[in-house]
């Protein structure tokens, strides 16, 4: 019995490295999956095991695919001479579900930290600039989060592409639709009020 309490404990102590999950969590979740066994555990676990085998980085952008080439880079349709620069694939993902962008994609796979040795070299940013080079991308735009590590990676990519004869644009910041000015931080009201518009 305590051989099987050992390796529930070890799924729970696995379960409890993934983001967002806690120890608790962690445990909340495999005592209903093992109470799920055959309907939930078993196809999620062959399922696990069939992602782990087939799942791997695109070699053009960096998104999640099953080929050496994701379907959004051999697409193409996406060739639009646009080329969006995100943080990680859940960005990408992100801005997929919006469906309002039509070309490429660039994963730098994190953001510029001196405090973490994180260089351009380790997010891959001298390939963007060889795509940039070799895709005939006419605009790049800057979808990184709005984080002070965020900024001064786009503000690094910009400066590296300075010079070539393409758009460099970030996406807009501030109020959200909907959004009321009392629930804001003070951050995204003074990006707000720099990019003001005519009405």
Not at 43 to 63: D, F, I, K, S, W
Not at 71 to 90: F, K, L, Q, S, W
Not at 109 to 115: E, Q, R
Request: charged share 25%; glycine share 12%; proline share 4%.
């Amino acid at each position: 019995m305590s051989g099987a309490r050992d390796e529930i404990e070890e799924l729970i102590a696995l379960m409890a490295r993934l983001p967002g999950l806690g120890p608790r969590s962690a445990r909340r979740a495999v005592l209903h999956l093992i109470r799920k066994r055959a309907g939930l555990m078993a196809p999620l676990a062959q399922m696990m095991a069939h992602v782990a085998e087939t799942a791997r980085e695109c070699a053009r952008c960096g998104n999640i695919s099953v080929g050496a080439v994701c379907d959004i880079c051999e697409n193409p349709a996406r060739a639009t001479g646009e080329i969006c620069v995100v943080e990680d694939v859940a960005d990408l993902w992100a801005m997929e579900r919006g469906g309002a962008f039509k070309g490429r994609y660039h994963v730098l796979g994190g953001t510029l930290s001196a405090l973490d040795a994180v260089g351009p070299e380790e997010l891959g940013i001298p390939t963007l600039i060889e795509r940039v080079g070799t895709e005939g991308v006419r605009e790049v735009i800057l979808a990184l989060n709005a984080t002070v590590e965020g900024q001064t990676t786009a503000h690094y990519i910009a400066e590296a592409l300075e010079g070539r004869d393409l758009r460099i644009t970030s996406l807009a910041q501030g109020v959200p639709i909907g959004g009321e000015l009392d629930y804001l931080d003070d951050g995204t009201i003074q990006a707000a009020l720099r990019a003001r518009r005519s009405f």
